[in-house]
């Protein structure tokens, strides 16, 4: 059995980042241990001298009684030698042991010492590294001005002009680091290897366990691309993997939502099909068979064949409408035009319903209401709108259409008293082929598009639109187009 590694996975770049990052990291300590142990030992000396000369010029300045013996603690516990000059007279300080060196070996450097503070750029102070016989071994000597000393105030007992300052000089020997970096070394030898193997294994635990939502969420992936939409991203992880889990929750949705319209829609365009083109092949064959020769009952025949044929070009047209729309392919005729007698227009068309069924359609509008808009697709807004008010209007048959001004729109509204529908409904009323759950729909004909139409005109159109509705007390259709005025 062959082991094979995807490395393009992001579990292997998380363990090769991780080890990487592990490597760079000891690479880095190595780096400083081994080639700035030096430099760093001699800075850090340099920093606790000058650190213990600032405190002891502040003792010596405050006149501290205790300068003495925390001169001698210091010296005891960091092997440094403390000495300290007044008119060519010294007193020194050195460590309590065994293995330091005599103090007259520092004594000689003081001369030294001096001339660099005569040079030095530092004014008060000066440091200077000093060379101590075996190769590699250095003493580190400083010096500070504490109190300089006007001469006239003292008397003068020889004709050499002495030098009454007060000087601080610390001395402390730089020991060679070559032995401590190679123990380090050995040290550090056996800390990389130990390092490396832990930072193995948890690079490989910790891949393992940031990939393995991805790799599950992959998983139930391919089952939604297999056509499974009951499929559940469980994230319970990082947030990113939440969220992902959430989304592609929410595309499974939309998907077995839209999955179940298409089969709605083929069943209902199969049925809305099928029922006209079976009743004129029945009409058709009564004219054959029985109405021939009967110029009324061919004429009824004829007149539900021509009616079922109308009935299957507007489905056929409504459907061609939505895929043009559903592809962007609809573009919009621009003008300008008033929506009131556009509406009465087109209320003018329902009068059959008035005489022939006894509805009563209700026209509320201002004098004008000027809009830009495709005038033809608002009108099959408004034509759409007002048929499926007729559809699913009340037992008073009354369709209320009212135009209103609403800041700078017009807000066009067309309700009916029917059954209403659930709120939990409303959302969907706009989908294709969408049945709400009542019951109650007159026996008017259509295509089962019509508001899926509206929705697509209004939504170019950018215009808002709704749909306010009460269970048993009937629905109220709006959308809103902007003001304009006439030039």
């Known amino acids: ?274 029922t006209p083109l079976t009743l004129i092949r029945s009409y058709a064959e009564m004219i054959r068979d029985l109405s021939g020769d009967d110029p009324v009952k061919r004429n009824a025949n004829l007149e539900v064949i021509m009616e079922e044929s109308d009935r299957m070009s507007n489905l056929i047209s409504d459907m061609s409408k939505v895929s043009r729309m559903a592809r962007h392919e609809t573009k919009l005729d621009m003008e300008y035009f008033d929506l009131v007698q556009l509406t009465a227009e087109i209320l003018t068309s329902y009068d059959i319903y008035v005489t022939r069924d006894g509805y009563d359609f209700v026209f509320n509008a201002p004098k004008e209401a000027p809009v830009y808009a495709d005038r033809d697709n608002i009108a099959q807004v408004l034509t759409n709108l007002i048929s499926n008010a007729v559809k699913y209007c009340g037992e008073d048959k009354t369709v209320i259409v009212n135009i209103r001004k609403a800041g700078k729109v017009f807000r066009v509204e067309v309700s009916d008293h029917g059954p209403g529908i659930k709120q939990e409904e409303i959302p969907h009323v706009w989908d294709r082929y969408y049945k709400a759950s009542s019951n109650y729909v007159r026996p008017t004909k259509g295509s089962g598009l019509g508001l899926s139409i509206v929705k697509e005109i209004l939504t170019l159109h950018k215009a808002e639109f709704g749909v306010v509705s009460q269970e048993g007390e009937g629905s109220t259709f709006w959308f809103e187009l902007d003001m304009m005025k006439r030039n």
């Open 1 to 274: 059995m062959k082991i094979r590694f995807d490395f393009k996975s992001i579990r292997f770049r998380i363990w090769v980042y991780f080890l990487i990052l592990a490597v760079l990291i000891l690479a880095l300590v190595w780096f400083l241990q081994v080639y700035f142990m030096k430099e760093y030992y001699e800075e850090m000396k340099m920093r606790e001298v000058t650190s213990m000369s600032n405190a002891f010029t502040t003792a010596y300045n405050n006149d501290d009684e205790s300068l003495a013996d925390s001169i001698r603690n210091m010296s005891v516990t960091n092997d440094y030698y403390f000495m300290m000059e007044y008119g060519g007279q010294l007193l020194t300080f050195q460590p309590d042991s065994e293995v330091t060196k005599p103090v007259y070996t520092y004594q000689r450097l003081v001369p030294n010492l001096k001339d660099a503070l005569s040079t030095s750029e530092g004014g008060d102070h000066a440091s200077v590294k000093f060379s101590a016989g075996p190769e590699d071994y250095y003493v580190l000597g400083y010096v500070k001005i504490l109190e300089t000393v006007d001469a006239s105030e003292e008397p003068q007992e020889t004709e050499e002009e002495p030098d009454n300052n007060v000087y601080l000089y610390i001395f402390t020997p730089l020991y060679p680091v070559d032995s401590t970096v190679h123990i380090l070394q050995g040290q550090l030898t056996l800390i990389t290897v130990m390092a490396l193997v832990v930072a193995f294994i948890l690079a490989l635990l910790f891949s393992r366990r940031l990939s393995r939502p991805i790799k599950a969420i992959t998983s139930e992936a391919r089952k939604l691309g297999d056509g499974d939409f009951n499929v559940k991203f469980q994230g319970k992880s990082y947030s990113e993997v939440n969220r992902l889990a959430e989304t592609l929750n929410t595309a499974a949705y939309e998907m077995a939502q839209a999955d179940n319209r298409q089969k709605d829609l083929i069943a209902n365009v199969s049925h809305d099909l099928k």
